[in-house]
């Protein structure tokens, strides 16, 4: 496993300067479980004569007698190997003769530079504003991002952003493709003051349609196919959405339990077919975004009030995301991503997903998390667990 600087074992050890030669060897086979019996002692012996022939490390010689017996038994006690056999003192002002071994056939890794203790996250839908884009649009990279995703689109991402009107940016299926470029474009801007973060995060997470921007940013997919991506979700959500009155609220100031049993009471509440509210995104203690019916949404809205919540209102998005409301958009994307996953590449930093709230690790197989991706559009997404497993 990794040490507390992040480093792997065989990264450990070519940070260590006092090993050499066949000593590289040996804790290679080591860290592989792959160091025999008989190498062990040759690295045992090895290792009592170069020491008898060099100044011991001074804070081992602060934690034992120097006598060159004792010292031998306290090495070995207190390490993982048995006492080795014993071996010749050497004669009094006798140089000891060193061991002939030969070179360590390892080939020193490729420089690697450790990843920067930071994440990179990025919002969802919900934080569009008429205007927004504007600070950046002097920016080469975020020219060349809209001046593609305007072909992509078909439409113009800047004029909207920066024009509206609120209430076409509210709409899902502009909203969303703008907070991608916009998610982007940030990261671009950050690059500035902190380009370490930047180039080598250690891990990357988005909130909802903002797991999209974070594939792009851990290097999954390019932005061609993320915006592609995205704009196909935004459109199948549309639909979805279009299918029956749907809304989402925010609701904060109570716990889980409570919040659970409200959303119970209020589908029951709601007349219409299909009734129902949930929770869809567990942001943090206390704080959640409720999806669902409007009349149920309302519904929760008015008996979370009466409960003293500390905010319980409808917010700006189109439809009841991250629930069943929205099984025949999940549909539409999954066919979209398996026709995707062999051109993914496998991720530069490790991702945190929405539906588990979970790691997965850097080079990992996209295959192996393209399900997760499936199942975002219908289920919880665990904010809350994926920032405490950060």
Not at 128 to 140: A, H, S
Request: with cysteine; charged share 25%; aromatic share 6%.
């Amino acid at each position: 496993s990794k040490d507390n600087d992040g480093h792997s074992p065989e990264e450990s050890i070519w940070c260590t300067p006092q090993l050499h030669t066949v000593e590289l060897e040996w804790m290679f086979q080591a860290t592989k479980g792959e160091l025999t019996e008989k190498n062990s002692l040759k690295a045992q012996e090895y290792l009592l004569v170069k020491n008898r022939a060099s100044a011991p490390d001074p804070i081992v010689v602060s934690r034992m007698d120097k006598d060159i017996t004792k010292w031998r038994k306290y090495w070995f006690s207190t390490g993982d190997y048995a006492l080795p056999y014993q071996l010749p003192e050497p004669e009094e002002g006798a140089e000891p003769k060193p061991l002939d071994l030969p070179s360590s056939k390892v080939a020193p890794l490729e420089s690697v530079v450790m990843p920067v203790n930071a994440a990179l996250l990025f919002p969802g839908q919900g934080s569009q504003y008429v205007g927004m884009l504007k600070n950046v649009l002097d920016r080469p990279k975020v020219k060349e991002l809209l001046l593609k995703a305007k072909d992509i689109l078909g439409w113009d991402p800047q004029d909207l952003a920066l024009n509206g009107p609120e209430e076409k940016l509210q709409d899902t299926r502009y909203c969303q493709p703008i907070m991608f470029i916009a998610g982007l474009a940030a990261m671009d801007l950050l690059r500035d003051t902190k380009p370490d973060v930047v180039d080598r995060p250690q891990c990357v997470a988005g909130l909802s349609l903002g797991e999209y921007t974070a594939l792009v940013a851990a290097g999954v997919l390019d932005f061609e196919d993320g915006l592609t991506l995205v704009k196909l979700r935004a459109e199948a959500m549309q639909r979805a959405t279009e299918m029956t009155p749907q809304a989402m609220a925010s609701v904060a100031g109570l716990d889980r339990a409570k919040v659970d049993q409200l959303c119970e009471e209020a589908t029951k509440a709601d007349p219409s077919p299909n009734a129902l509210v949930k929770v869809a995104n567990f942001l943090f203690a206390g704080g959640f975004t409720c999806g669902g019916t409007k009349a149920a949404v309302d519904e929760l809205c008015k008996r979370a009030t009466a409960a003293k919540a500390l905010q319980a209102r409808v917010i700006k998005t189109g439809g009841a995301f991250h629930t069943s409301l929205m099984n025949p958009a999940q549909e539409e994307l999954s066919a979209a991503l398996d026709s995707l996953v062999d051109k993914m590449k496998p991720p530069r930093c490790a991702i945190y997903f929405n539906v588990t709230g979970k790691r997965v690790p850097a080079k990992a197989d996209p295959a192996t998390f393209v399900e997760l991706l499936k199942l975002q559009l219908t289920n919880e997404v665990q904010w809350e667990p994926t920032i405490k497993a950060m």
